[in-house]
């Protein structure tokens, strides 16, 4: 920008400004009545430029007229056709583009030219695309170019000459089917499409399956057809062979693979249904097709979704599959054919396979069927089967449908069980629980006659007990010899529910021949800190059980001791401190035993047990406790 101060004095100094509009551009000095400012940073557009003279000593300062600046962007301009060579008649598409390097959109027009004269004109889409579409063009060679008229924001521009080649030449065949693959002796409609690079086509179309003739049809709006009454199993490489007429040339149709195939038929045998639990199960498929040539291919055997495996038709269609071994139950089983060139694919009906677990038989015998009260039994169950691997699973034993106990059967396939009879007679039965491979069984019954004790008998008074959660009472055990039977005899509970303990007056008891003892015992479902007359869990001055499970047992000792003195002056409060600090004495190192939750409402029997420590003589009888909430 060159801004010239004229004066009609002398030679003026000072600066020129340039505003552009509101923005100042820049401010240079005034060297011989010339300012001269250089931009390389103005945007695309129009810019209203100023110069304002700032005066010096000698000269007043003064102001330009504003001067308009329109800057554009310079965008290349590319022209490409869409078909190049293109036949005469057909239309073609010249597409221009318009570069916008800095990002403003074009708009405006594009001129298309063939050689110099005007084929048509087209607008710019905001993108800067252009195009236009003739089919007047003849044959030869034919000059193209674009020319963009330009914008407020984009130099026009024209594009290199594109070589339009225009030609006359032959046509094209097209042959279609109206089925394919299509079932032997089925009718078929062939379709040929003849199209013309210039002008309609007439004439003919032969249709030939390989160098045999179907038939010819006339081509009508450049499509002719033929129908084929039916053809046989294989595959038909056919063709359309237009024939040509005064304007255009003689074309023939890639070949066409009509495939004519057959039904097949798959049916699905098992070699034996039901099968047991791990015996080989052989599958055979047999696929027909009813002609003389049998099928190929392979066909895949599934169970449910699962797939068993996939096996080749051999020369007379038939494909076997062994399953070596199926988990018992129903399996879903079915043979899906792949087909062939000549035969469709085909699936069997589901087969239902049944796999059964092995039978078993159980014999049960007992060490002795005829025991004296107090004496052990060893129940022993042998459970038979004919397989290749041996059973596995657990065997009930029961006595008169009241469960005795549960054994896991051995490596031999023997389970064995040592119990202490309490009812005179005894129907024992042994039930064998089944596995995976092999089915459940069921012993006869076998009688055990218990002839009443000849040591000691036991006697409990009330044998059942009612109470609520976290409660405790009281009966009483009485020891009787028998036949001038003496030993020192042991006290214990089995089986006793949760968070539920029984306490003896003494656990250890000097019997004498025939004396009575009669024994006092604390049954508890919960509390076992209650003493006295109370009948729930104590927590006297804030020390708790649950406290006490971390201290050493010396110091447990001590605190129950001092906190629980007067409780131990005499009677059931005394007993139950002493049992209680005989077993904190033993085993409250981590209060194993002793639940600070109750046992839960319910009805539980569990036993009360008399253990001779010289002569080993055991003794045992069922105590029943209900507990409410």
């Known amino acids: 920008l060159t801004a010239r101060v004229f004066t009609n004095g002398g030679a003026s100094t000072g600066t020129v400004v340039f505003p552009d509009g509101a923005a100042t551009l820049g401010a240079v000095p005034v060297i011989g009545g010339n300012a001269v400012f250089s931009t390389s940073s103005l945007c695309l557009g129009a810019h209203s430029i100023a110069a304002t003279y700032s005066g010096d000593a000698s000269n007043a300062g003064s102001a330009s007229a504003r001067l308009s600046q329109q800057v554009l962007q310079a965008g290349g301009v590319s022209l490409t056709s869409d078909a190049n060579p293109s036949i005469a008649g057909t239309g073609v598409t010249f597409t221009t583009t318009i570069a916008a390097p800095q990002g403003i959109a074009v708009t405006g027009t594009v001129t298309f030219e063939d050689g110099g004269t005007a084929l048509g004109m087209g607008n710019v889409s905001t993108a800067g695309v252009g195009t236009y579409i003739t089919s007047s063009l003849t044959v030869g060679q034919h000059l193209i170019v674009a020319k963009y008229s330009g914008d407020p924001n984009n130099q026009a521009a024209s594009s290199s000459v594109l070589v339009q080649t225009v030609q006359t030449a032959g046509t094209s065949v097209t042959l279609v089917s109206s089925v ?305 039977f003496s030993d020192t005899i042991d006290l214990g509970c089995a089986g006793l529910p949760f968070a539920a303990t029984c306490a003896f007056a003494n656990s250890r008891i000097a019997l004498g021949a025939n004396k009575v003892l009669a024994i006092q015992v604390v049954v508890d479902t919960g509390s076992p800190l209650g003493s006295g007359s109370q009948a729930r869990l104590g927590q006297h001055g804030g020390t708790s059980l649950a406290a006490m499970c971390f201290l050493p047992v010396g110091s447990i000792l001590g605190l129950l001791l001092w906190r629980n003195k007067r409780h131990l002056r005499g009677g059931l409060g005394g007993l139950l401190m002493l049992l209680l600090l005989a077993g904190l004495s033993t085993g409250l190192g981590g209060c194993g035993g002793l639940q600070i939750n109750g046992t839960p409402p319910g009805t539980y029997v569990f036993q009360l047990t008399a253990t001779g420590t010289g002569t080993g003589v055991t003794q045992a009888m069922d105590m029943t406790l209900t507990v409410t909430q």
Request: charged share 5%; glycine share 10%; aromatic share 4%.
């Open 180 to 484: 394919n693959p299509v079932l032997a002796n089925a009718p078929v409609m062939l379709t040929s499409t003849v199209i013309g690079k210039g002008g309609g086509v007439t004439g003919v179309v032969t249709f030939q399956d390989g160098t045999a003739t179907l038939g010819v049809a006339n081509v009508n709006a450049g499509v002719a057809t033929f129908l084929v009454a039916g053809l046989s199993p294989g595959i038909h490489s056919i063709i359309a062979v237009y024939d040509g007429d005064a304007n255009n040339l003689r074309s023939t149709s890639q070949v066409l693979s009509q495939s004519v195939v057959q039904t097949s038929t798959v049916a699905l045998a098992s070699s034996q249904n039901p099968s047991l639990a791990l015996d080989p199960v052989t599958f055979t498929v047999r696929v027909s097709n009813g002609s003389s040539s049998p099928p190929s291919g392979t066909v895949v055997f599934t169970d449910g979704t699962a797939t068993l495996g996939t096996v080749a038709l051999d020369a007379i269609g038939t494909a076997t599959f062994t399953a070596a071994s199926m988990t018992t139950g129903q399996h879903a089983i079915s043979a899906a054919y792949s087909g062939d060139l000549i035969n469709l694919a085909g699936i069997s009906p589901k087969l239902t396979q049944s796999v059964q677990l092995r039978s078993t038989t159980n014999g049960l015998t007992a060490s002795s069927t005829s025991l004296t009260g107090g004496q052990q039994v060893t129940l022993i169950s042998v459970v038979h089967f004919s397989g290749p691997m041996m059973p596995t699973g657990s065997v009930t034993f029961t006595s008169n449908g009241q469960l005795l106990g549960t054994a896991t059967l051995d490596t031999t396939g023997v389970a064995t069980f040592t119990v202490n009879l309490l009812t005179s007679t005894s129907k024992v039965i042994a039930c064998y629980s089944g596995d995976a491979i092999y089915a459940l069984s069921t012993s006869a019954q076998t009688s055990i006659v218990v002839a009443k004790p000849m040591q000691f008998t036991m006697e409990m008074n009330p044998s059942s007990v009612a109470l609520q959660s976290q409660q405790h009472s009281i009966t009483t055990l009485t020891l009787t010899s028998l036949n001038g």
